[in-house]
């Protein structure tokens, strides 16, 4: 009897997530697998027929760095990634999960660092957070109807709270007693059994914790000890998972810590991505130092991958309200002031102007955003002359200087005025460069987190629309079928997933991409409903790229049209658990 399909994608360029070459071939799908990849194959035998001549037929994009953990309790379709092909998200990014932790401690670590209003997330876990263990989390995430598939690590913050408390677990005094480094090792170890890829850490001092009892303390993570991380990471060894971290910007020695424990001259590596390689605008020593980096580890036995965003780091802000302005004291100063009224008053003292001039201009602290107001552009605002206009012009022609203008505006206008700068990845020949660095994991989109900041959740098409354009510029960066392979199977391999790859056998997730879609413009900001939030979100939406997306053989999204059915409905997307557990 002649194979029945359930579908049939006819005549696309087929890609396989392997990095083999493309050919033109049919693909069958039937009870959620591939069923068969060739030419011309028996058509009469599916239920449907797609006709893909002159398309692409590709696996679905994994975004191996999201901040999803919040969102998808409430609508589990995650949309917006699935719209622009991704099938498969990684949550509990930064030390942040929202599992070990009590629910008013697992909001206030995420808020603010996310920027995420905690007057809306809290409420979400309130009503629906009856977990304290990762087995608890899992039989609950199992239950939602999810849209694409997912991968979790452990976040090293929620697990430290969830053990010692909020309080203790943000004194620079207190370690962890034997018992509680014991408990938060089980909870680990059980997480590892159950499929999580690893355990997610925070070095770096920019991210606090929002609420009132522990306010603009740094998130628990910082509090560390490099002997209780150690220890974690023994578990990471022994199962072959990731540990995902950020260093201490203001502390560059401190990455060495991360490095020497993904070294393994006489032990097994440990797998290590950190976050991230960026081609600084303000501070050109980042790249390099970050590649050489990366050789050397990599060179003595290591397994280490830095996270590299392929595009430009663009950067939105509603007046003060950016994670750019925790990174130097007078804008920590700001920040730490919830209320507006004391927030104006501490902007205009002149002693504060003074320490917030002295900071912008010093050139030698460790720094993300290049404070430069000149590289910075007003998009909204009340007083519409100040509208396309970079801050270092408006105020030259005050005659004042750029900070008292900047602060100035501040006070009369706070968060109704809207700006944006580039902080990074801005050269185009230096991102090539990068992209095709092997010692990366192409992803840092940061999808759920933010809403208001960035935008990347279409970050892959960013990638394939550089390599497509150098292509046809007659200086190709890579060959196509490799840029989707990094996108894809690369990433599932190197975190331990089924996932990535649609060879015969191989789960139906996958997607129809028109090539000529990548010719627009993918940059331009657009605001969305965030489903169940009540939010509204900045995004980037391109019509015309993706035609269709199938998780687990069921269409998920058609001719730019999310379907119904999608976070809804149980059948597309699962838990997927690494190294085969």
Same mark, same amino acid.
Request: glycine letters at 8%; a negative charge; charged letters at 25%.
């Given at each position: ?69 919040? *969102? ?17 998200? /990684? ?25 995420? &209003? ?6 979400? /876990? *309130? ?39 909020? @309080? ?33 850490? =925070? ?8 609420? *009132? ?55 097994? &590596? ?56 925790? @990174? ?125 900041? =960035? ?14 354009? %150098? ?26 997933? @089924? ?15 028109? &090539? ?14 965030? @489903? ?32 119904? %059915? ?16």
């Amino acid at each position: 009897m002649a194979q029945h399909y359930d579908f049939v994608i006819r005549g696309g360029r087929y890609f396989d997530g392997t990095g083999a070459p493309a050919t033109d071939s049919d693909v069958a799908v039937k009870d959620g697998r591939v069923a068969a990849v060739g030419p011309a194959l028996d058509a009469d035998a599916a239920d449907r027929v797609i006709d893909a001549h002159g398309k692409w037929v590709l696996p679905g994009f994994l975004d191996t760095h999201t901040h999803y953990d919040a *969102e998808l309790l409430v609508a589990p379709s995650l949309s917006e990634s699935v719209r622009h092909g991704v099938t498969t998200v /990684l949550v509990g990014s930064c030390s942040l999960s929202m599992i070990c932790a009590d629910t008013e401690d697992a909001s206030d670590i995420f808020t603010r660092v996310e920027t995420v &209003p905690r007057e809306k997330v809290l409420p979400i /876990l *309130e009503a629906k957070k009856t977990w304290r263990t990762p087995a608890q989390w899992l039989e609950h995430i199992q239950s939602l109807p999810l849209g694409p598939n997912l991968i979790s690590l452990l976040g090293h913050s929620d697990l430290r709270t969830g053990v010692m408390g909020l @309080e203790r677990a943000t004194d620079r005094r207190t370690r962890p007693s034997e018992q509680e480094q014991k408990t938060m090792e089980a909870l680990l170890e059980e997480a590892l059994k159950l499929g999580f890829a690893g355990l997610s850490t =925070m070095c770096l001092k920019f991210d606090k914790v929002d609420g *009132e009892r522990a306010w603009s303390k740094t998130l628990p993570s910082t509090y560390a000890r490099w002997s209780e991380v150690r220890r974690l990471n023994r578990l990471l060894r022994r199962y072959d998972r990731v540990h995902q971290g950020a260093p201490n910007a203001a502390n560059p020695l401190q990455i060495f810590q991360y490095l020497g424990e993904a070294v393994g001259l006489l032990r097994k &590596p440990l797998k290590t991505t950190l976050i991230s390689m960026l081609d600084l605008k303000g501070n050109a020593t980042v790249r390099p130092m970050a590649m050489l980096s990366a050789r050397v580890t990599n060179w003595l036995n290591g397994d280490f991958r830095w996270q590299l965003l392929p595009t430009a780091f663009s950067v939105y802000a509603d007046g003060m309200d950016v994670v750019l302005f925790e @990174e130097f004291g007078a804008g920590e100063m700001a920040l730490d002031l919830k209320d507006q009224i004391e927030r104006n008053e501490l902007l205009q003292d002149p002693a504060y102007r003074r320490l917030f001039r002295k900071n912008y201009g010093d050139k030698l602290s460790p720094r993300v955003w290049q404070r430069d107001f000149a590289d910075a552009v007003v998009l909204d605002c009340p007083d519409p002359a100040l509208v396309g206009r970079d801050f270092a012009s408006l105020a030259a022609e005050r005659g004042v200087h750029v900070v008292d203008f900047f602060l100035d505006a501040m006070i009369e206008h706070g968060r109704k005025l809207r700006w944006f700068t580039v902080i990074g990845n801005h050269d185009q020949e230096r991102l090539k460069q990068m992209v095709c660095f092997p010692h990366t994991l192409l992803t840092f989109s940061d999808a759920g987190a933010h809403i208001r900041n =960035m935008a990347f959740y279409n970050m892959p098409l960013h990638f394939l629309k550089l390599v497509l354009q %150098a292509q046809r510029q007659g200086e190709p960066v890579m060959p196509m079928e490799k840029a989707i392979w990094r996108l894809t199977g690369e990433q599932a391999d190197w975190l331990g997933v @089924e996932a990535g790859k649609i060879r015969p056998g191989d789960r139906a997730d996958l997607m129809i991409l028109d &090539p000529a879609g990548l010719d627009q413009e993918l940059e331009q900001p657009q605001w969305a409903e965030m @489903e169940n939030f009540g939010l509204q979100r900045m995004v980037n939406r391109n019509p015309g790229i993706i035609e269709a997306v199938w998780i687990n053989g069921k269409l998920a999204m058609e001719n730019d049209r999310v379907m119904p %059915a999608l976070g809804r409905e149980a059948g597309f997307g699962r838990f997927l658990p690494a190294g085969g557990a």
